[in-house]
């Protein structure tokens, strides 16, 4: 059973950081294909950032220079680290996986099979 958990939402003054943290387990976690995305009430869900290696990252533009990607496979962790948030940034975050990395730079969401529950980030 594959399981994403995320944490490390909430609510912060624009230039703020939050860095939001993802734990996956019933998975080989070094297999498989991680990203997060973002989703605003009304909106198409939108691809932050995807991670393949740990020196393979991709960023949408809108957060590039300001959002990192990382992870750490012995904890099947994966991160993101936000700096200089803008109110724009607002939206509900979803840890994603996808197993095999061919193809999983900012791949489209119906690409990924397991989502987490997601965790809030407000920005004012």
């Known amino acids: 059973h594959v399981q994403l958990v995320e944490s490390g939402g909430g609510s912060v003054q624009a230039g703020g950081s939050l860095r939001l943290s993802c734990v996956a387990s019933?998975?080989?976690?070094?297999?498989?294909?991680m990203a997060w995305f973002r989703r605003v009430p009304g909106k198409e869900r939108e691809a932050v950032a995807t991670i393949t290696t740990v020196i393979d990252t991709n960023y949408a533009d809108s957060v590039k220079d300001r959002f990192t990607i990382s992870r750490d496979n012995a904890e099947s962790t994966v991160y993101l680290q936000m700096m200089n948030l803008k109110p724009e940034d607002t939206a509900m975050y979803y840890c994603v996986a996808r197993i095999g990395m061919f193809g999983c730079k900012l791949a489209a969401a119906s690409t990924f099979s397991y989502w987490g529950q997601g965790t809030q980030v407000t920005v004012s």
């Open positions: 019933g998975v080989t976690f070094g297999e498989y294909c």
